[in-house]
């Protein structure tokens, strides 16, 4: 066991298993006020543990500062700069967490009678109108939890459509830059995953879509704008195609921050879309969720959106059940409603400018880093970008140094690195978002620290080999770590 502050102020901390001691308790349980019960009376003995060995035993100040220690050591977005391409993390106001806490939200149960929810029920119609609005959708469901769950949600829907119309289809389109999620997805529902990659500078072209789409296909799935940060100029386009064969045209739209208020998903010929809470509408993202990922539709999807759905009578809400095309529920209860209300908040206070505005900055502040690095890292496309920027180490390379260590080395300099080799087109990729909430003296200092790092990889890149240098843990071995994770305790 390690002494506490061996690296001064940078408090060591062991397991708390280690911190064992035999008979120490943090908790003294107040007197039992009602009837002692034999717990065999209660529930069967065949379900009832022999005991609890092997959990620690520690006093409340130890556990206290446990955990307090393990939370200093968090990183998010609170903490500095998460410049995670294709993940949008951007601050969460904490108005809009003060607002989800409200006593007649938090303390709302599921089984609530309609008639005591009505102020809930009225957040959440009013929220999927705004969705409509800000993309260009004629119905949202708010029940998928995030992105991956509304893709799944949309290609049901899809696929319930067309065999509705006893002619079900059995493939779907997804390009080289689409999300990793989507053929997942799409293997999910049951389709088929028909790859087409982008040509020329990055986009997908409508000769390569025109060349695939066919009769058995449900959909076409990209990524707009797509992971290496570029809009799909050719939308309209390859829209009218899909069209034209009976398609459906789904947008992966986790990149909608680069989007919102500038342009209407639905006029571009989408007709169904997954909107991120947790990234666009800035909701607490990481960790594991929550997550949120509301799904819009057209009109023609509109019958197999999943039930309930809320409906406005005059002033009054409720949920309707009766849906008989529906693919059913996709969520226990109605979705992750704390996250809705986050959203709310974050888009009553921005107003339709104030999202626009979110992401014309989005959209200025990856520009400025792509100019401003294109000259120390490899630009995969040299080509204006919109929310996110993807470089390579094709230069670094030349002194056996990595995007790997790169990024590692970010961590000694006191950012946490961006997305790394992804997308896949793009050997060695580095994918930067900084956001709109970034200051410019946040981003220069990221790009400092970028061009110190290329400096040190001519100067001396075994220093990145070993990087990070500062941290509690050096460079673990990733690949085992992944194949053989040690998940329980063997003290």
């Known amino acids: 066991m390690t002494i506490d502050g061996a690296k001064g102020l940078i408090m060591d901390e062991p397991l708390i298993f280690e911190r064992n001691s035999e008979g120490r308790s943090g908790v003294l349980p107040a007197p039992c006020d009602v009837p002692e019960a034999d717990l065999e009376s209660l529930i069967p003995k065949s379900l009832l543990r022999d005991g609890a060995a092997g959990f620690p035993e520690v006093s409340e100040i130890d556990?206290?500062?446990?955990?307090?220690?393990?939370?200093?050591?968090?990183?998010?977005?609170?903490?500095?700069?998460?410049?995670?391409?294709s993940?949008?993390?951007?601050?969460?106001?904490?108005?809009?967490?003060?607002?989800?806490?409200l006593e007649g939200f938090t303390m709302l149960h599921p089984y609530q009678p309609e008639a005591l929810a009505q102020g809930a029920l009225r957040l959440m119609h009013e929220?999927?109108?705004?969705?409509?609005?800000?993309?260009?959708?004629?119905?949202?469901?708010?029940?998928?939890?995030?992105?991956?769950?509304?893709?799944?949600?949309g290609l049901l829907m899809i696929a319930a459509y067309f065999k509705d119309r006893k002619r079900p289809r059995h493939k779907v389109i997804i390009p080289d830059t689409a999300h990793g999620t989507n053929p997942a997805s799409s293997h999910l529902a049951g389709f088929k995953v028909v790859p087409v990659k982008s040509e020329g500078k990055g986009v997908l072209s409508a000769s390569a879509i025109e060349a695939v789409m066919d009769e058995d296909t449900a959909a076409l799935m990209l990524t707009n704008?797509?992971?290496?940060?570029?809009?799909e100029r050719n939308i309209k386009e390859i829209a009218a195609i899909v069209h034209k064969k009976?398609?459906?045209?789904?947008?992966?739209?986790?990149?909608?921050?680069?989007?919102?208020?500038?342009a209407k998903l639905g006029d571009l010929g989408v007709d169904v879309v997954q909107l991120n809470l947790h990234k666009t509408f800035s909701t607490p993202h990481g960790g594991g969720g929550p997550g949120s990922g509301p799904v819009g539709v057209r009109k023609a999807l509109e019958p197999y959106l999943p039930a309930p759905r809320i409906r406005k009578a005059g002033k009054k809400y409720s949920l309707v059940y009766d849906r008989p095309r529906t693919i059913g529920r996709l969520k226990a209860f109605y979705g992750n409603f704390s996250i809705m209300v986050r959203a709310y908040s974050y888009i009553r206070r921005m107003g339709g400018e104030g999202l626009k505005r979110a992401s014309i900055v989005a959209i200025l502040n990856a520009n400025y880093m792509k100019e401003r690095l294109k000259d120390t890292l490899s630009l995969a496309f040299d080509e204006p970008c919109m929310h996110e920027c993807v470089f390579s180490d094709k230069l670094q390379a030349e002194n056996g140094v990595t995007t790997m260590d790169m990024a590692k080395r970010l961590i000694d300099y006191g950012f946490h690195p961006p997305t790394v080799y992804f997308p896949l087109v793009v050997p060695g990729a580095i994918m930067v978002e900084p956001t709109e909430t970034e200051t410019l003296e946040t981003l220069d200092?990221?790009?400092?620290?970028?061009?110190?790092?290329?400096a040190e990889a001519k100067a001396s890149p075994e220093l990145l080999k070993n990087a990070p240098l500062n941290?509690?843990?050096?460079?673990?071995?990733?690949?085992?770590?992944?194949?053989e994770p040690v998940l329980r305790w063997k003290g």
């Open 87 to 101: 993940c949008t993390m951007k601050y969460n106001p904490k108005v809009n967490e003060a607002v989800s806490r």
């Open 471 to 483: 941290t509690k843990v050096r460079r673990v071995d990733e690949t085992r770590a992944a194949r």
């Open 445 to 454: 200092s990221f790009i400092e620290a970028v061009k110190k790092i290329d």
């Open 225 to 231: 704008p797509n992971t290496l940060g570029l809009f």
């Open 63 to 85: 556990a206290v500062r446990h955990y307090t220690r393990l939370s200093q050591w968090n990183f998010g977005v609170d903490t500095g700069f998460y410049p995670l391409g």
């Open 246 to 262: 009976g398609g459906f045209v789904y947008c992966d739209g986790a990149n909608l921050n680069a989007v919102m208020g500038l």
């Open 127 to 153: 929220l999927e109108a705004y969705l409509c609005e800000i993309s260009g959708m004629d119905a949202v469901t708010l029940q998928p939890s995030a992105g991956a769950h509304g893709e799944l949600c």
